[in-house]
């Protein structure tokens, strides 16, 4: 039976990403990314669907040149929101992406629903 070699660097490398705090993992991941996977934790949704924006605001502000991720869209149906007002429901995710916000977010637009309710999308 052939064995392979092993990488040294590759395995320090694996063993890292296996025993990184989980806070410290997610900043490799991209914004949308994160987003999706806070608010999947947070409301358990039927649907969600994130959209970065950020090509349809080139030139909107001298710092925005339509590349990275600066405008997202989050469309969200989750019975979590049962109950809530709009305005609860927009609290609500944004108290889930506080850090993202914080950390420079531009523009969150948000689509929240109930199962059962009309969307746009």
Not at 5 to 29: D, H
Request: proline letters at 5%.
């Amino acid at each position: 039976m052939h064995r392979a070699k092993r990488n040294p660097a590759r395995v320090v490398r694996l063993i890292s990403m296996l025993t990184e705090k989980p806070e410290k993992r997610g900043q490799n991941m991209s914004l949308q990314s994160r987003i999706e996977t806070k608010l999947n934790a947070a409301f358990s949704p039927e649907r969600l669907i994130v959209v970065n924006e950020s090509h349809l605001h080139a030139g909107h502000h001298p710092d925005i040149d339509g590349t990275g991720e600066t405008h997202m869209r989050v469309r969200i149906v989750s019975s979590a929101f049962t109950g809530m007002t709009r305005i609860a429901r927009h609290r609500a995710i944004n108290d889930v992406l506080k850090e993202e916000i914080d950390a420079g977010l531009h523009a969150l637009a948000l689509e929240p629903a109930v199962p059962g309710e009309t969307t746009r999308w």
